[in-house]
């Protein structure tokens, strides 16, 4: 994990679930992921859009050639946990496709415009993973 998801996470943890710098006023969740590889338990700060019931995030990752990989966790483990404010609950990981991934994309385009350069830096379709609470 880098200094900056360390700092985030500290931060998130100690102000109920808010953080500031760049991050301020942005939707923010912690998503603790099982390793792929390790099998170790790995929590990362991610932004996030509601979507009704469901929490979508979107596996950016800035715009690089690869995704993250909080997303390859997924795809191994689709369950996982978030902390969301001051709530910690567990969740199920769906990918979205076709028309309602792009509607997701689209509406966090508008809320946060970076997305929109992401999405031209890479030649890969960022993936949308919809959370949906399971407890």
Known sequence: MSDVDRAIIAEFRSHGGRVGGPFEGTPVLLLSTTGAKSGELRT????YLRDGERWVIFA?????????SWYHNLVATPTA????GTEKFAVEATATSGEERDRLFAEQASRQPQFDEYAERTSRLIPVIALTRTD
Not at 81 to 84: M, R, T
């Open 44 to 47: 990362t700060p991610v932004l």
């Open 60 to 68: 950016s990752k800035a715009g690089s050639p690869e995704n993250p």
């Open 81 to 84: 946990e978030i902390e969301v």
